[in-house]
């Protein structure tokens, strides 16, 4: 749980503090207030990365040198952590937890789980693969801890190899062993993909059911290469060698995986309307976020942005309960509260944001 936000010079907000409810928030204003970029604050921190999209450089105020995030979080121990970052304009200067530097962003992101609901979540239907290899991923990534030394693995064994294949260079000795580390790690990360599907599926299913409105969808992991093993992997890689060094990459392995979503016989993207395909995106991060609770992980903090400009009204009071519904700790943001009245009729502590100014409405 999200117990306090500090923002430094980040976006339009100079000095700012956040206090949300446990449960459930809502902050208000005009577009280009600061509301979208609250929420990107705590994404940022949760993942190293943003939602939005443009140069990296736009995430500092324009006369700071750094941004700076700041966040106390309650994990379901009762455990505190203290986290925070500083973005200059060329990276991240500064990763801190509980008053030590870290290294890498895993070690504050495990303790914030964090799923944002926006316009961007079309992409998991309509996008390229990566971005679906990315939803599993952080899935595994929250529930199965051995999941990431295979990933961390499989990315040093795969810089490693294409290296070679670039150069043209190294021993035949050198390239199989680099060979034989992408197909293991490959072989182990599919198995958790494909045990971590079986178990998303019945979630989907019951929300899927929920929305009469959406065609039957089924959903299914290409492994990236012909076969699912680890030795069929292997064998695929020494067979195609020649075609990996004309092109510089290794072009078989769980880093080309594919979640295929099908209706009707063929993709959802091209059967679905644009409508549908939203509501679709929504559902398979709201199974993630029933998945991530039901195997008894942590806690996820739930940032819904604009939904009364992304979805019709049917679908929008649809969504807003199937939300609630999660029973996590909920931001949502809205041009005004009469948006999505059902939230101030569950009691949402309210927030209205103008020019980069936060406060709370009594």
């Known amino acids: 749980m999200l117990r306090r936000l500090a923002l430094e010079s980040f976006r339009n907000?100079?000095?700012q503090e956040f206090l949300p409810s446990p449960s459930l928030s809502l902050v208000t204003g005009a577009n280009g207030s600061g509301k979208?970029?609250?929420?990107?604050?705590?994404?940022?921190?949760?993942?190293?990365?943003?939602?939005?999209?443009?140069?990296?450089?736009?995430?500092?105020?324009?006369?700071?040198?750094e941004a700076v995030i700041f966040a106390e979080v309650v994990r379901r121990s009762g455990d505190v952590h203290r986290l925070g970052v500083a973005r200059g304009g060329s990276g991240f200067t500064r990763l801190r937890r509980d008053g030590r530097t870290v290294q890498g962003f895993s070690e504050i992101a495990w303790l914030l789980p964090v799923r944002i609901f926006h316009p961007g979540t079309l992409e998991l239907v309509?996008?390229?693969?990566?971005?679906?290899?990315?939803?599993?991923?952080?899935?595994l990534f929250h529930v199965e801890q051995s999941f990431h030394g295979y990933w961390r693995d499989l990315r040093h064994a795969l810089e490693n190899r294409n290296a070679l294949l670039r150069q043209g260079g190294g021993s035949w000795r050198?390239?199989?062993?680099?060979?034989?580390?992408?197909?293991?790690?490959?072989?182990?990360?599919?198995?958790?993909?494909?045990?971590?599907?079986?178990r998303l599926r019945p979630h989907l299913e019951a929300l899927l059911g929920s929305f009469p409105g959406l065609p039957p969808?089924?959903?299914?992991?290409?492994?990236?290469?012909?076969?699912?093993?680890?030795?069929?992997?292997?064998?695929?890689?020494?067979?195609?060698?020649?075609?990996?060094?004309?092109?510089?990459?290794?072009?078989?392995?769980?880093?080309?995986?594919?979640?295929?979503?099908?209706s009707q016989g063929g993709?959802?993207?091209?059967?679905?309307?644009?409508?549908?395909?939203?509501?679709l995106g929504y559902l398979l991060l709201?199974?993630?976020?029933?998945?991530?609770?039901?195997?008894?992980?942590?806690?996820?903090?739930?940032l819904v942005d604009d939904l009364a400009s992304e979805l019709d009204e049917g679908h929008r009071d649809q969504m807003v309960e199937a939300l609630l519904g999660l029973q996590q700790q909920t931001i949502f943001t809205a041009l005004a509260a009469d948006q999505l009245p059902s939230l101030v009729d569950r009691g949402a502590e309210m927030f209205h944001v103008e020019h980069g100014v936060l406060s709370r409405v009594q």
């Open 13 to 15: 907000y100079r000095s």
């Open 36 to 65: 979208s970029s609250l929420l990107e604050a705590i994404y940022l921190l949760s993942s190293g990365k943003s939602f939005r999209g443009g140069r990296p450089r736009r995430l500092i105020r324009e006369d700071a040198g």
């Open 126 to 139: 309509e996008g390229p693969s990566a971005v679906r290899r990315g939803y599993l991923d952080w899935g």
């Open 174 to 198: 050198e390239l199989e062993a680099w060979t034989q580390q992408v197909a293991a790690a490959s072989g182990r990360i599919n198995a958790l993909r494909n045990a971590y599907l079986e």
């Open 217 to 262: 969808v089924s959903v299914a992991l290409q492994s990236g290469w012909p076969g699912e093993s680890e030795d069929e992997l292997l064998n695929t890689l020494r067979a195609e060698l020649d075609r990996d060094q004309r092109r510089g990459f290794t072009g078989r392995g769980a880093h080309r995986a594919e979640l295929r979503l099908l």
């Open 267 to 279: 993709l959802v993207r091209d059967i679905f309307s644009r409508g549908q395909c939203k509501v």
């Open 286 to 302: 709201l199974a993630q976020v029933h998945e991530l609770t039901a195997s008894g992980g942590e806690d996820c903090l739930v």
